[in-house]
């Protein structure tokens, strides 16, 4: 059923052949003054729509504003943490939020290692073991130790014409289960035994089983440990221990990872020789982030709320019927529409209520801080002159002060615990939000729920209801319409039938 004043029902259109009237347009013309009291609950709907969307925007704000409070409110927000290292090369550091303040002293006398053993003789690619002088292959186990002395062993068959390739891939394939990894470099002819894991409890043994033929396959690679010495079947190879002075005490770990204080540290060049410094400080930058960008919203926020409690209304712009709309170009349109949605929200009570209650919680001073810094002013946010109606001016300089001076006082005074005057900013902010988010939701409901009770929600039910009864009670008269105009056709006809019948007998008495 279409609702833009010209028609109401899908019947065929016509003109009158009988009359010579233009049925159609006669009837446009009544239904266009029938239809203004559809048109003005039209009207209303869209009003109401349009501060619908405005409060739920207002909403989705005081939301985004409350989950920054949020993130303020989170002891990790004032305990942000850097960390400078003198030698990043020899050591990095990752600090986390709450680390120990201070400086450390690293001295590595050793990096932690796995296994590592490697070949000394050049073997070209494609080389097999028939033609290193090992025509039978060779079977040997290999043994990993464990710290209590438990053994897990694998035992690894080598064809004649297996190459080092292969025999890489052999070990890989049937001892990866063990921890170790060989990798033959074809460019270096050169092959590489390692273990996954580091430290001196990482041990393994290569025991052999083809009849003594082991030894010598180790001597034709040249294969040797970390310090240089030839490997032995039977014997045992180990990794090493991570050895380190922190702070002046030696310290032994399986890895080069070590936490200590919040920090995690990772070794990367042994110097005994060389000391590393390490200092953690308080990250001032990402707390004045966190605090800049609270303000930012909350300035956004105002900003926007004042504009619509203040914005004209201009009683003279209703919204556009369809008929208007489709008189009017596109930019005639915006230029209307603006006009018709502005001043909406003017002078609205609740929004007037809930920017006083963000004000007065972030302008209060809270006690019990044990600091000086126990008002937003005292850390460099203040409002601005009357003017501006509460926009909130940053001293990032003075907030980065107070931050430096006393940490703990800045974050009593924005997170503190406690009831009344010793509760913290952000608990205040938090409630005047919760508070305001509710008591907009009771007055537009929330974007995409199934049942709208909300206050305007409830309206605009009703208006549709009415739109619904009006439109059909519309349909109903245009159908009236066109069946008087068809009556009429139809009493015309007639007469003009009966006049042609009159004429010619007329016309036949005559002649």
Known sequence: MAIDGISFTNRARYFGLASGLDVDEIVRGLM???????????????????????????????????DLAFNLRLESAFAARHVSVSDAGAVSAAVTAGASLGTHTIRVHQLAQGLRLHSTVEVKDGTTLADLGFTNGISFRITRVGPGGDEESETITLDSN????????????????????????????????????????????????????????????????RDGSPVQAGAVYAGQNAVFEYDGVLIERATNQFTAGGVTYTLHRADPAAEIVVAVGQDTDAVVERIKAFVTKYNEIVAHVNTKLLERRYYDYPPLTEAQRKEMEEEDIRLWQERARSGLLRGDAMLSSILSSLRQALGAVVSGTGSEYNSLASVGITTGPWSERGILHLDEAKLREALEQDPAGVAALFRQDGAGGERGLIHRVRDALKSGMERITDRVGTAGSSADLSAIGRQIGWLNDAIARTEERLARREEYYYRQFAALEAFISQANTQSMWLAQAFGAWWA
């Not at 052999?170 to 894991?197: H, M, Q």
């Open 32 to 66: 266009q003054a029938e239809r203004a009291p559809l048109d003005r609950l039209l009207q209303k709907r869209q009003i109401l729509e349009w501060q619908q969307e405005d409060l739920r925007t207002i909403n989705r704000m005081l939301r985004e504003l409350d």
């Open 162 to 225: 297996h190459t080092l390739r292969d025999v890489a891939n052999v070990i890989n394939s049937s001892a990866s289960r063990l921890g170790i990894k060989a990798v033959y470099e074809p460019d270096l002819g050169r092959l590489f035994i390692t273990s996954t894991a580091t430290g001196s409890d990482v041990q393994f043994r290569f025991d052999d089983e083809s009849g003594g033929s082991l030894n010598g396959f180790f001597s034709a690679l040249g294969l040797s440990d």
